[in-house]
């Protein structure tokens, strides 16, 4: 019992998708009861429940019951419960009213002088002297019969969302991983554009000047001007520091969803300042492949819990 309590707690601590499914069902000598559980994506938790009249004083508790196992997803909630015992009708006597009406026949048969022929048959058809009621539902003893269906559906929809949620954070880190590699393309060509524009410059100005002395200092703060308009180290940075921070996110326990879509809006206005400062082709073309794989990720996000 322990270990299933402990396997029940480190699946509420891993990553979850909040797509998921669960089915489970209780039979007893009295009833059976089905409970199925399935969820797509929701900012927050929205619970939607279809489940017979007679259990209707039940919802409050089966709300309860299902935020212990969920924080967020539009979760569709489907309860059927099959009586067994057909008749839950009792016959009720109501002896006062009998008597009532025994009373004032009898009076007017001395009033009217008329014959008292009621007979039992006659009076039992008088309204509300017999009556059918069912019974009174035992409402702590149907809540256990529908507690463990319930729990059961839970556990087998936290089961599926964990093997979903394992199988996007894979996909994520890969993700994250190609990011990384992009991110390194830029560092490493930023220092080759500033060169190949200190080359264009020279040969400008060679062509201008001619065989004229060529101030060196001159080209080189140009350079330098150059290399400051279109510097992205602060970008790079930050985006390194991003992916890292989103592959730790991916490893705590809960509630991750909000956290990692911030990351990923924070990531794409450091791809977005890469591409305005850019004035390569190429460093162009890989921040709109960053801007591509970030928003990719964005979606994958969005399937997390």
């Known amino acids: 019992m322990q270990n299933a309590e402990d396997d029940c707690r480190e699946r509420k601590n891993m990553i979850k998708s909040m797509t998921g499914f669960g089915r489970a069902e209780a039979v007893t000598a009295e009833r059976k009861i089905t409970v199925e559980l399935k969820s797509v994506n929701h900012r927050y938790l929205d ?28 979760v569709d909630v489907f309860i059927t419960c099959e009586d067994y015992v057909q008749n839950r009708m009792t016959l009720k006597y109501n002896r006062e009213l009998a008597g009532e009406y025994l009373k004032y026949l009898k009076e007017m048969e001395e009033e009217f002088g008329l014959e008292n022929d009621v007979r039992v048959s006659a009076l ?16 702590e003893e149907l809540w256990e019969s529908l507690e463990l269906p319930l729990r059961e559906a839970c556990e087998k929809f936290v089961e599926a969302r964990v093997r979903e949620g394992e199988h996007l954070k894979k996909d994520l880190l890969e993700k994250l991983k190609g990011l ?11 220092p080759e554009v500033v060169q190949a524009y200190r080359e264009k410059l020279e040969a400008k100005v060679h062509e201008l000047l001619e065989d004229s002395q060529i101030d060196d200092s001159r080209i080189a703060a140009e350079v330098v001007l150059f290399s400051d308009k279109i510097c992205n180290d602060e970008e790079t940075v930050r985006l390194r520091s991003h992916i890292s921070g989103m592959e730790k996110i991916l490893n705590e326990k809960e509630g991750i969803g909000r956290k990692l879509d911030f990351m990923a809006q924070e990531m794409n206005r450091e791809a977005n300042t890469i591409l305005s400062k850019s004035s390569d082709l190429t460093v162009s073309n890989i921040a709109i492949d960053l801007k591509t794989e970030i928003e990719k990720i964005r979606e994958q996000i969005q399937n997390i819990e």
């Open 180 to 190: 990384d590699e992009k991110v390194t393309q830029v560092q490493e060509r930023s």
């Open 47 to 74: 619970l939607n429940m279809k489940m017979p009249r007679k259990l209707s004083f039940l919802e409050g508790n089966i709300r309860s019951l299902l935020k212990e196992y969920m924080q967020r997803g539009k």
């Open 124 to 139: 039992s058809r008088y309204p509300e002297v017999l009556t059918m009621e069912e019974q009174s539902v035992d409402e």
